[in-house]
Each structure stands twice: as C-alpha cells, then as structure tokens.
Nanobody, 125 residues
Framework: QVQLVESGGGSVQAGGSLRLSCAAS????????MGWFRQAPGKEREGLAGINPGGGSTFYADSVKGRFTISQDNAKNTLYLQMNSLKPEDTAMYYCAVVTLRTCTWSSFSNFDYWGQGTQVTVSS
C-alpha cells in the first residue's frame, strides 16, 4: 500500500513562493517514480513534474518549467516541489503521486497509480 502525505500548501500573492512536501515510505521513495500534479475546479488534471527514484532525471510541464523545481531529500524520504513566481492561474489542489515504475520518461507521468490527499494552493493577484 502506497501512502503519501502532502503538506505546505497555502495562500500567497502573485510572485510569491511556496514549497510543497510529500512524505512517503522508504520503499516507495526508493522504488518508484514520483511526481506532482494539480487539478483546479472544472479543469483537467495537469501533470507538473516528475523524478526518477534515487534523485534521477527530472521532468517538467512547460507551464511550470523554470518556475517549479522537484527534488528529494533521501534522508527524510521526502519529495518536494519548490514553486516560485507563482501566478493566479497556479491556484489548484496539488497532489503528490507515484508511478509504479523504476524508470520513467515524461510520458510516464500522464498516468499516476497512487496519490495523496492533496494540498490547496491559492495565489491571489
């Protein structure tokens, strides 16, 4: 059973920053590709970023490239999403998620197998 616990969401003004965290088991963290997606009301799910296990290759959606950074803390089994230069259109529920593969390409992150409960990010203008 894959369990993911997100934290770090909140409200921020446009141009501000937030860092999301996602705690996972050691097995999940070292075995599977992990990433983030978001979903706003009335909109489709949007994959944002992904990373191969062990701090491998990273991937980003064009909409966040250069503004968001995905990273891992191996000692804490924690995945992060650093979000800078936030825009009102970034407002959404953000989810940490897993693809049960050991090696991923960007297309792998279009179908996540497990995800957490989500954390809300609200960006005001």
């Amino acid at each position: 059973q894959v369990q993911l616990v997100e934290s770090g969401g909140g409200s921020v003004q446009a141009g501000g920053s937030l860092r999301l965290s996602c705690a996972a088991s050691r097995y999940t963290y070292t075995s599977y590709c992990m990433g983030w997606f978001r979903q706003a009301p009335g909109k489709e799910r949007e994959g944002l970023a992904g990373i191969n296990p062990g701090g491998g290759s990273t991937f980003y959606a064009d909409s966040v490239k250069g503004r968001f950074t995905i990273s891992q803390d191996n000692a804490k089994n924690t995945l992060y999403l650093q979000m800078n230069s936030l825009k009102p259109e970034d407002t959404a529920m953000y989810y940490c998620a897993v693809v049960t593969l050991r090696t991923c390409t960007w297309s792998s992150f279009s179908n996540f197998d497990y995800w957490g409960q989500g954390t809300q990010v609200t960006v005001s203008s």
